[in-house]
């Protein structure tokens, strides 16, 4: 596989502090990658590495077949957006857009055929003689990825850049992203902590701590078989719900206090028995039900009925842990009622409770 990024044991450290732990990443040709994260975890760092920001401590970042660890950002072939869109505000839209081709010294017709092509596909024609204090947050934003794409680049760079805009123009640009990748097949790499813009954008998430690629995959990968147990909470809106047991009978049932549960349906590794593990278990994949079933239901007492609009998400008791289910917003469960959840075995995931690893 041809790849338009690959980095290559890439460390960086600030005096004594590594803040990128010898990372390894190759992205395909026309992919798009996102790095998803907490603030902190390093993912906006490694977009500046590899946009030429930085200078690495150790390793490599080669572009397109190019080893460009040392080159200028200018000879890197790409393009970058950013957060706060970085306008030149005495500019209108047409003069941000040109801004860069002029300085290249490009040809007048070809800098106007780029740039009508750029507004066309952004639909910011009618935009190109207003200044930037003129335009919408979300207008601003399309301007600032049409001034990355009129350099005709194979390769852009997203640095959190819905981050600024309401929920429902964050929504709205999401879309016109993926339109935009679509249409042109470039190699994107997206930053963000925004974990639905991730599962809705990427081809694959690098979901990323302390600097560290924790996992790195397709995006129901990550949300169905998280690799450990930061990935499992990071991921998912409400988190996956923990259970804190053991598993015994040869690895074949998961007991919670005085609750076994049959794990043959179980889609992961050899379980085995382990004195300390962790079931995580997704909202969507609990079921709530009056009767009990052996080996297969968990009792719990309901504590708030939670109506989100398509679906409703009901907080429990289990134990000693707290549990939420979603379920038809018609079902209505009142507080303090008994009720049994079923589990989905093939949809869990269990984890060592000392190394966190998924099993």
Known sequence: MQHSI?????????????????????VAEGEFIVLLGPSGCGKSTLLNCLAGLLDITDGQIWIK??????????????????QSYALYPQMTVRGNLSFGLKNARMPKDE??????????ILQIQPLLDRKPGALSGGQRQRVAIGRALVRDVDVFLFDEPLSNLD????????????????RLNNTMVYVTHDQIEALTLADRIA???????QQLDAPQTIY?????????????????????????????????????LDLAGYDGGAVMERDKAILGLRPEHLTIQDHAEPGRTIPAVVEIDEP???DSLVWLKAGEAQMSVRVPVEDRLEKGRAVHLQVDMTKASIFDAVSEQRV
Not at 111 to 120: C, L, N, Q, Y
Not at 207 to 212: A, C, D, L, P, T
Request: proline fraction near 3%.
């Open 65 to 82: 077949g190019q080893n460009v660890t040392w080159a200028e950002p200018s000879e890197r072939g790409i393009g970058m957006v950013f």
């Open 111 to 120: 800098i106007d055929k780029r740039v009508a092509r750029a507004a066309e």
């Open 167 to 182: 929920a429902k123009l964050r929504s709205e640009l999401r879309v016109e992203i993926k339109r935009l990748h679509s």
């Open 224 to 260: 169905n078989r998280p690799a450990n147990l930061f990935v499992a909470g990071f991921i998912g809106s409400p988190s996956m719900n923990f259970l804190h047991g053991r598993t015994v009978d040869g690895g074949r049932t998961y007991r919670i206090g005085e609750v076994s």
């Open 207 to 213: 979901v990323m701590r302390g600097g560290i690629i």
């Open 308 to 310: 989100m609009g398509a």
């Open 6 to 26: 690959s980095v290559r044991d890439l460390t960086l450290k600030f005096g004594a502090q590594a803040v990128l732990k010898t990372l390894n990443l190759d």
